[in-house]
């Protein structure tokens, strides 16, 4: 269907319309139209404007028409915020008919307003200039909206220029409390230390008068001319002679610095010795202690002296634990699960259910001299080794079990 043609000045599409419709629907327009319109002839006179247009600047447009074509401008004057510079814009407009402008101007009355005024040539259909059309369009809300847009949106970069001072200055303050922290667990650590050595100092005293009362009273009887009272005596002293050599090994134990040493370990020789050294003190408690040592043990690589700590903290644990009823000590030694595995059993009461889980707790001790370190330090040094400590306890003995790793083995077995 080709496009009916018809001679009018609006786009219609296809549908024919007569010169009075076309200007009912202009009419119509006008009224309806947000934009303030005002047309005037080309030199000026005003002509026509909408509803709209005398809402904007506050006065009634069809009596000012009435009143002549000067009238509408003459009501505008007053109410624009610069009014000789509007003047002087309408006569530089109205000076060149072609001329096509935008500008904003601001009203005043009958309230503050910002208007999008444009203004453009209207010709005829030989595009000869015939008049002048005038929009006029409130931007105030429109601007208000981008003022507070771009208020806020510097505010907000503000704000997060704020942000990024405080994250850095919370980073540096990590960084000071990652420090001091760092710091107090060194002293922690060191009054940890200190602290065993204190507890242990006041069990070692206790000891060294428990064995130094029956030295005194042997040497005096020593003193005497009986032969058979001074051997007799001779052998005690040296059994508290010898009680006294394992507490000086263990305070030395405690005292020794902290940083390890690791080196291939002899374990085997390492039992060997520590049953030596504990079998005096087993014997005045009636202990038996017996060692166990399988061959071809694999080579544990670690901290002679740290190990030697452990084996002893276990092994007198056994001691003291067999203290009222004697029995007999047992330590073994096995390859086990790609390493070594050292146990020592004793024949004691065990370990009551409801204390197990405080066992390996700092300072937990059940012994009126005892400090409560010995299986926490040792734990503490087998983990370290990447080894394992386990413990089986029941009415009729207890064992701890250690596990280290073979040489070149995989940690944790
Ligand atoms: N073989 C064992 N049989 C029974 N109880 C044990 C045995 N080994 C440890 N315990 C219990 O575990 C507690 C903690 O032992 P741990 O060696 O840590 O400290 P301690 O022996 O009391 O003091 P120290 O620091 O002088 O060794 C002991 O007080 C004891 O009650
Ligand atoms: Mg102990």
Redesign the pocket.
């Known amino acids: 269907m080709s496009p009916r043609t018809h001679n009018s000045s609006l786009a219609t599409g296809d549908v024919p319309m007569s010169s009075d419709e076309e200007l009912v629907l202009l009419r119509a327009l006008l009224r309806a139209s947000d934009y303030g319109v005002l047309l005037s002839d080309s030199t000026g006179q005003d002509l026509i404007c909408n509803p709209r247009f005398g809402e904007m600047f506050g006065f009634d447009v069809v009596e000012s028409l009435n009143d002549g074509p000067e009238q509408v401008r003459a009501q505008m004057i007053p109410r624009v915020m610069d009014p000789e510079e509007f003047v002087q814009t309408l006569d530089e407009i109205y000076a060149d008919p072609t001329l096509t402008r935008e500008d904003e101007i601001a009203i005043l009355a009958p309230k503050y307003r910002l208007l999008r005024r444009y203004t453009a040539p209207v010709l005829d259909d030989h595009m000869a200039v015939i008049g002048r059309l005038w929009t006029f369009l409130d931007i105030t809300r429109t601007r208000r909206l981008e003022q507070k847009v771009r208020t806020q949106s510097e505010q907000l970069k503000q704000q997060s220029r704020e942000l990024a001072n405080a994250l850095k200055a919370a980073h540096g303050r990590l960084h000071k409390v990652e420090d001091v922290l760092t710091q107090t667990q060194q002293q922690l650590l060191e009054s940890e230390k200190l602290s065993a050595v204190g507890l ?1 100092a006041v ?1 070692v005293a206790h000891d060294i008068r428990n064995i130094l009362t029956p030295l005194a009273i042997e040497l005096a009887l020593a003193d005497q001319d009986d032969r058979a009272q001074r051997a007799e005596s001779f052998d005690l002293i040296q059994k508290q002679v010898d009680r006294l050599s394992l507490l000086t090994h263990r305070l030395l134990g405690i005292a020794r610095p902290q940083a390890t040493h690791r080196a291939p370990v002899d374990l085997p020789a390492l039992v060997a010795h520590t049953a030596e050294l504990l079998r005096p003190q087993a014997a005045q408690e009636n202990v038996t202690v017996s060692i166990q040592i399988a061959k071809k043990i694999p080579t544990v690589v670690g901290d002679l002296g740290q190990l030697d700590q452990v084996l002893v ?1 276990l092994a ?3 001691v ?2 067999m203290h009222a009823c004697g029995g007999t000590l047992t330590i073994s030694l096995a390859r086990d699960k790609g390493g070594a595995c050292l146990k020592v059993s ?1 024949t ?1 009461p ?2 009551p259910a409801n ?1 197990r889980r405080r ?1 390996f707790d700092p300072f ?4 009126e001299n ?7 330090s040792s734990r503490r040094i087998v983990q370290d080794h990447g080894g394992v400590m386990k413990l089986r306890s029941s009415s009729s003995g ?1 064992q701890f079990s250690i596990w280290l790793p073979a040489e070149g083995a995989k940690h944790g077995g």
């Open positions: 242990l069990s903290n007198l644990n056994g003291q634990a004793d004691g065990g370990i204390i066992l937990f001790t059940t012994k005892g400090a409560g370190l010995g299986l926490f207890t």
